[in-house]
């Protein structure tokens, strides 16, 4: 991969991946949902690019459109550099891959470093993410399939659908020992990412379930589906209800440290939908800030789960976890 300076989000494409120079804007940073669905964007880039396919106007053999939908997504940073730590002005270097998985999904990861860093324009590969992660970047994983509606009008039943023009073959191979299937597999079977036999962190008492109706100006996309940059917000505001219920202060809620969150998208739902999150976590017995939770998004009326999410945050050391006494 050639090193090169963009002033601009525009990438540039190479056989082993595409470089970007990125300005944070507002509409990048703040509330989760943004910077995710900037990270999304990347994705489809980086796809499109990559694999010769137009993945914004994607359509099947039989004319419809087709969407390259996300099934699992993770963000992994670290106290040196995390989402929330994203303000207006920042510089970024952004190196994106992508991997051959078949003709129905693909894989690609993302490395994010501060403008600067003599590393920034190395290639990426599944090694350096799984085992060789560095504390001054954040590292996303996503995995999507090439879905379309399985019944006009209805956002349930989506069904596999890729374009025709879909070019994998080139893509390098993903080795089995990288491959995000047991891991999402598991999340499915079990609801959560969370490793059971991990005895270092213990479950806290008490859970809490919000009910969150379809937000038609908000949760859904512009082609009618729930968007998935908007299961981060739901995910936020389970973390936030659970945060509260046990007198945690917004500041501090602000001021967690992000370091690693893993979603698996099981299904969509329809505008008129109502769905219920339901939060509860488990805490490091060495470190009380160090704590996993688990959202679980559900139909409330089918009890259909949509997605399943697991997010360890640590504390602020600064930052008070509880409110101060009355």
């Given at each position: 991969m050639r090193s090169i300076t963009r002033p601009t989000a525009e990438p540039a494409a190479y056989r082993d991946g595409v470089r970007r120079a990125v300005t944070v804007r507002p509409g990048m940073c703040g509330p989760s949902s943004l910077f995710m669905g900037t990270l999304g964007d990347w994705t489809w880039e980086a796809v499109s690019d990559l694999c010769d396919t137009d993945v914004f106007s994607a359509r099947n053999a039989a004319?419809?459109?087709?969407?390259?939908?996300?099934?699992?997504?993770?963000?992994r940073g670290s106290r040196a550099f995390?989402?929330?730590?994203?303000?207006?002005?920042?510089?970024?270097?952004?190196?994106?891959?992508?991997?051959?998985?078949?003709s129905e999904?693909?894989?690609?990861?993302?490395?994010?470093?501060?403008?600067?860093?003599?590393?920034?324009g190395r290639p990426?590969?599944?090694?350096?993410?799984?085992?060789?992660?560095?504390?001054?970047?954040?590292?996303?994983?996503?995995?999507?399939?090439?879905?379309?509606?399985g019944s006009p009008g209805?956002?349930?039943?989506?069904?596999k659908s890729s374009p025709p023009g879909f070019r994998h073959e080139g893509l390098p191979a993903l080795p089995?020992?990288?491959?995000?299937?047991?891991?999402?597999?598991?999340?499915?079977?079990d609801l959560t990412f969370r490793d059971p036999a991990d005895r270092r962190y213990v479950a806290l008492p008490g859970e809490v379930t919000v009910e969150h109706p379809v937000d038609v100006v908000r949760d859904v996309n512009g082609v009618g589906?729930?968007?998935?940059?908007?299961?981060?917000?739901?995910?936020?505001?389970?973390?936030?209800?659970?945060?509260?219920q046990r007198g945690g202060t917004d500041a501090a809620f602000l001021?967690?440290?992000?370091?690693?969150?893993?979603?698996?998208?099981?299904?969509?739902?329809d505008l008129n939908s109502v769905l219920t999150l339901t939060a509860l976590s488990w805490r490091h017995t060495a470190d009380s800030g160090d704590e996993i939770t688990d959202v679980l998004v559900r139909d409330r009326d089918t009890g259909r789960v949509l997605a399943v999410s697991t997010t360890r945050t640590l504390a602020t050391p600064t930052a008070p976890l509880r409110k101060d006494p009355a």
């Open positions: 004319g419809d459109p087709t969407y390259l939908a996300f099934y699992y997504f993770r963000v995390h989402p929330r730590m994203l303000t207006f002005g920042d510089r970024l270097d952004v190196v994106s891959g992508c991997y051959d998985h078949g999904s693909v894989l690609t990861l993302h490395r994010i470093s501060r403008s600067g860093d003599d590393d920034a990426l590969d599944p090694a350096e993410f799984h085992h060789a992660s560095r504390a001054n970047c954040l590292y996303v994983e996503n995995f999507n399939r090439w879905v379309t509606r209805s956002n349930q039943g989506l069904v089995d020992r990288f491959s995000p299937r047991a891991v999402y597999q598991s999340a499915r079977t589906l729930l968007y998935f940059a908007a299961y981060f917000s739901m995910v936020d505001e389970a973390l936030l209800a659970l945060w509260r001021s967690r440290v992000v370091v690693d969150q893993q979603v698996c998208y099981l299904g969509n739902a």
